[in-house]
């Protein structure tokens, strides 16, 4: 169109469109011109094309540090969050760990969720600012507090992966069940696990937020549209793949990667007879460092 400048795409933007869907870079850049560079737009138009399968966009990490994770003594509520500082070498010092873990005692003691209210809080020695500034002098970087979050609740694990660089808690509803019990913390533990490794969107369906569902439909019906295929057929189609979708990114539909042979939510009813008692996944939170 005369008097119409297209947004420049650039080599960077192809590029990290490629990293987020794994589509060939001329499938791309092609998908980034037809929507102005608009990168969200750009994976839809590959997803559509069936040349993307990813429904996640998770930013890359660009900060060093530690996620930690803490459960109260009564195995009740927990904590996660994320301490930043400069280099990998100062993130995965004991001594950082220590501050970051030092930092989580006070948030959960608190039952606090809000950096900037945190930073401001005490463990009857020191308020957190004070821990983050000593942090800094001792460790010669700067230290940032960029995210924390506290659950509580009948039932609360957690699972720290690869050092500090995912951290997971789950929030469980339990009856007739010692949330301390050690085969119950085992069985948290593991589903902890289940959601550092597959990264699931939420607990169960009925937890999917709304936009979520109907974004995923609108993709599925225009793929089955591409099909050529009856619009009765295009339904059936855009349907099965909302329930794949379900099966894939719902921690309680997912098959558990420990046993696939099960899904989680057979593995929970499993040790929930095991134990004599009632369980169900309620929520969960994943920190990925950087992220």
């Keep these: 169109m005369k008097g119409y400048k297209m947004a420049a795409i650039t080599a960077a933007m192809v590029k990290e469109l490629r990293e987020m869907t794994g589509a060939g870079m001329m499938e791309c850049k092609k998908a980034l011109s037809e929507v102005d560079g608009n990168m969200e737009a750009a994976v839809d138009v590959l997803r559509t094309r069936g040349l993307a399968a990813a429904a996640k966009k998770a930013g890359r990490a660009t900060d060093e540090g530690t996620i930690c994770a803490l459960v109260a003594d009564d195995g009740k509520s927990g904590v996660v969050l994320e301490l930043n500082c400069e280099t990998d070498f100062v993130g995965m010092n004991e001594k950082f760990k220590a501050y970051a873990s ?22 009857g020695t020191d308020m957190v600012n004070d821990i983050i500034t000593d942090a800094v002098h001792v460790l010669g970087e700067n230290v940032n507090l960029s995210r924390v979050q506290v659950l509580s609740g009948a039932a609360c694990t957690s699972y720290i992966h690869m050092g500090g660089k995912i951290g997971v808690l789950t929030l469980f ?33 009925e937890s999917v937020d709304s936009a979520t569902v109907e974004h995923e439909r609108s993709i599925y019906v225009a793929q089955a549209a591409e099909s050529g295929k009856p619009e ?9 793949r909302l329930e794949k979708f379900f099966k894939e990114n719902c921690l309680s539909e997912q098959d558990y990667v420990k046993n696939p042979d099960q899904t989680i939510s057979e593995y929970t009813q499993e040790v929930a007879k095991q134990l004599g008692g009632k369980i169900a996944i309620n929520s969960f939170v994943r920190f990925s460092l950087g992220e």
């Design 102 to 123: 030092r930092i989580a005692a006070i948030a959960l003691a608190h039952n606090c969720s809000d950096v900037e209210q945190l930073k401001g809080l005490s463990d």
């Design 173 to 205: 509803d339990v009856e007739g069940i010692d949330p301390t019990n050690a085969d119950f913390v085992a069985y948290g533990r593991n589903v902890c696990m289940q959601v550092a490794a597959v990264n699931p969107v939420s607990a169960n369906r």
């Design 232 to 240: 009765a057929i295009q339904h059936k189609i855009a349907e099965g």
